[in-house]
């Protein structure tokens, strides 16, 4: 079956940088983009970004630009996302998401990573 | 300040209907299909409709739960309301504008 399996929760101070992974299995890779939505608490959701599965391409939200580097490795099937220079706003839990481009969704979803910012 | 507007809260009684709506842009739900998502207290969010009006097959969403789009805005209906279905619910579309994904605030649907 297809799943998307996240990396643990990070606590991190102000200032520093997060990297999530994302284990994609059961279905294959290169075939579809990953996209990276976040939550912060009692809120809804937040698109971050996407990365081609197939060639790597990336487009972020445009808050996020300079901040955030989504990255891929086909061979273990899984993505990153790695995010610099992080604040309290950035306290959220993470998702990483298979998306399929021919019908328009975001189908499959990790199981979500909690990063804390916290001095 | 999300780009899809919802209502922020929704109720019922016990098998009662259930009607969300989401309202978006041209470049969004005007140009593109429309998903909605159900979210469970402390759970990653689910897809329960895509393309507007499709369930996803195997994945035991159940025939309750419909969709519907017209122009700029769509609407997710839940018939025979159960108390399993407590839960935030969130529209999504592609945005043209933005070359990524938009998403309503959130209904948090309570059955009474």
């Known amino acids: 079956q297809i799943q998307l399996v996240q990396s643990g929760a990070e606590v991190k101070k102000p200032g520093a940088s997060v990297k999530v992974s994302c284990k994609a299995s059961g279905y294959t890779f290169t075939n579809y983009a990953v996209t990276w939505v976040r939550q912060a608490p009692g809120q809804g959701l937040e698109w971050m970004g996407w990365?081609?599965?197939?060639?790597?391409?990336?487009n972020y939200a445009q808050k996020l630009q300079g901040r955030v580097t989504m990255t891929t490795d086909t061979s273990t099937t899984t993505a990153y996302m790695e995010l610099r220079s992080l604040t309290s706003d950035d306290t959220a839990v993470y998702y990483c998401?298979?998306?399929?481009?021919?019908?328009?969704?975001?189908?499959?979803w990790g199981q979500g990573t909690l990063v804390t910012v916290s001095s | 300040q999300s780009v899809l507007t919802q209502p922020p809260s929704a109720s019922g009684t016990p098998g009662q209907r259930v009607t969300i709506s989401c309202s978006g842009s041209?470049?969004?739900?005007?140009?593109?299909?429309v998903n909605w998502y159900q979210q469970l207290p402390g759970t990653a969010p689910k897809l329960l409709i895509y393309s507007n009006n499709q369930r996803p097959s195997g994945a035991g969403v159940p025939d309750r739960f419909s969709g519907s789009k017209s122009g700029t805005s769509a609407s997710l209906a839940i018939s025979g309301l159960q108390s399993e279905d407590e839960a935030d619910y969130y529209c999504a579309a592609y945005d043209d504008s933005l070359n990524g994904w938009v998403f309503g605030g959130g209904t948090k649907v309570t059955v009474l």
């Open positions: 041209i470049s969004n739900i005007g140009g593109n299909t």
């Open positions: 998401v298979r998306e399929d481009g021919y019908n328009l969704k975001l189908d499959h």
């Open positions: 990365i081609s599965g197939y060639n790597g391409n990336t």
